[in-house]
């Protein structure tokens, strides 16, 4: 198994946009082979960025 995390950087002006788009996209990764999960994480304070983990076989 391995966890891939990427760290995104995104101005508040997109935040609830980024997000959307995480939630549209549920299913495509999911179907790809090995896909077990995918966590996004909220930055905590302005300017840190979200923090997405996905989990493979």
Known sequence: M???A????VNRE???AFEQRF???AGLVDKMPG???NQ???PVNEG???VVF???E
């Open 6 to 9: 990427n760290r995104i950087y």
């Open 2 to 4: 391995i966890t891939v």
């Open 23 to 25: 939630r549209e996209r």
């Open 14 to 16: 997109y935040a609830d």
């Open 54 to 56: 996905t989990t493979w």
């Open 35 to 37: 896909f077990i999960s």
């Open 40 to 42: 996004v994480l909220r």
């Open 48 to 50: 840190d960025p979200y």
